[in-house]
Each structure stands twice: as structure tokens, then as C-alpha cells.
């Protein structure tokens, strides 16, 4: 079973710009969640969806938005982008949200750098 | 909401002994535990993981305890190996649709030839 892709693996971008990074959950995974991850501030929750359906959200601006498609592929946008956006960001996906089948399996991550 | 400590931030061990990683986290509502480790440039991986159901749990060299009195949880590695070396997170999270998974800050361990 093929694990969770996220494309682009790199992405190099300018403050003021916006950018969009995907995600493809692992086969029959219904959940995709997002983090963000830098060196100073460790693994931070983004958003979760499941079902097309945002089902948590952490602390981040308005900036940084997602969306969950039927196929439960998963997209995730930040507009305006700031130099303190540079960052890996991982998505994770699992069979469910809640309930016994919650285990998270992570993808490569996108690495983002804005100049 | 929940808030995850992780303890100690940096560990070095020399091959063979015993690494020991501990987390406390905040609310008891909390009810599953994973643990991933994270090598340098990859993506964190799951490597063990246990419910609030059980006291603990082994898979060869690695285990994990939970005291849900105490609200903190360990992982315990044991003959560790250079391989083990690696940034290794614990996690915590509730059941229930709103719940997100929390990440401690992380544990840079270095296993010395």
C-alpha cells in the first residue's frame, strides 16, 4: 500500500505570494491533518479533515487555509506568505478521526522557504 | 486545551545502555499516546503507540508506560543502537471528533559508538 505523498517537495517563494501544497492520504485513509514544522517551535497542529469536513484547527492566522476533496486528497493555502512561514509542513493521515483506528502516518513534507 | 512536556530536550546514551524519554501531558480526557521518531531529513515515523486501556506496552527493544494518575508516559529504549539516534516526539490526544493530536517539543537522543 503506497504511503501518503505530498507534492511539492520543495517550494522556494517571496513574501506577499501564496502558495498550495498537496497531499494524498495512504489508500482508504479518511483523515488527512496538517502540521508545521520548524526548528524553533517543533511539530504544530494546522487543521484536520475528514470527509471533506474541517474537523479542528489549531492557532494560526487566517492565512493559512485547507480543504479536503471527495477522494480525500487535501490541499492546504497560505496567502501573504512572510518570511516566518519558511518551514517543513508535514501532512498525516489515518483511517478515522475518532475512535480505535486514529494511528497517524506522516508524508515526506514540503519544504517551504520564503525570501 | 492539551499541552504536552517532553523531557529532556537532548539525550546522549553510548551503545548498549538505556535511553529513557517522558512526557507529562494536561488534560485527562486524553486516551491515545504515540510515539514517532524522526530522522535527520525524513518524515516522523510511527514506532510505538499505546491507549489509556493499558499500563504498557513492548515491541522488541522499545516500550512505553503510562500512568494516567501521574498524566505522564515514557519511552523506554533498551540495548540502543546507533540507528536509534534520532528526534523522537511523543504525542497526546482525546477521543472525539474535535480532539487534535498535541506534539511534545522532542528529543534529539545521539546513541555514541
Known amino acids: 500500500k503506497a504511503g501518503v505523498t505530498q507534492t511539492p517537495r520543495y517550494l522556494i517563494k517571496t513574501r506577499g505570494q501564496q502558495v498550495t501544497l498537496s497531499c494524498s492520504p495512504i489508500s482508504g485513509h479518511r483523515s488527512v491533518s496538517w502540521y508545521q514544522q520548524t526548528p524553533g517551535q517543533g511539530l504544530q497542529f494546522l487543521f484536520e479533515?475528514?470527509?471533506?469536513?474541517?474537523?479542528n484547527k489549531g492557532n494560526f492566522p487566517g492565512r493559512f487555509s485547507g480543504r479536503q476533496f471527495s477522494n480525500s486528497r487535501s490541499e492546504m493555502n497560505v496567502s501573504t506568505l512572510e518570511l516566518g512561514d519558511s518551514a517543513l509542513y508535514l501532512c498525516?493521515?489515518?483511517?478515522?478521526?475518532?475512535?480505535?483506528?486514529?494511528?497517524?502516518?506522516f508524508g515526506p513534507g514540503t519544504r517551504l522557504t520564503v525570501t | 486545551g492539551e499541552n504536552v512536556e517532553q523531557h529532556p530536550s537532548t539525550l546522549s546514551v553510548q551503545e548498549g545502555d538505556s535511553a529513557v524519554i517522558k512526557c507529562t501531558y494536561s488534560?485527562?480526557?486524553?486516551?491515545?499516546f504515540p510515539w514517532y521518531k524522526q530522522e535527520l531529513g525524513k518524515r516522523p515515523q510511527l514506532i510505538i503507540d499505546i491507549r489509556s486501556n493499558v499500563g504498557e506496552k513492548k515491541d522488541q527493544r522499545i516500550a512505553v508506560t503510562l500512568n494516567k494518575t501521574a498524566k505522564h508516559f515514557s519511552l523506554h529504549i533498551t540495548e540502543t543502537q546507533p540507528e536509534d539516534s534520532a528526534v523522537y516526539f511523543c504525542?497526546?490526544?482525546?477521543?472525539?471528533?474535535?480532539?487534535?493530536?498535541?506534539f511534545g517539543s522532542g528529543t534529539q537522543l545521539t546513541v555514541l559508538p
Open positions: 504525542a497526546a490526544r482525546a477521543s472525539g471528533s474535535a480532539r487534535q493530536l498535541t
Open positions: 498525516a493521515s489515518s483511517l478515522g478521526v475518532a475512535g480505535i483506528k486514529r494511528e497517524q502516518y
Open positions: 479533515y475528514f470527509s471533506e469536513t474541517q474537523r
Open positions: 488534560d485527562s480526557a486524553s486516551n491515545y
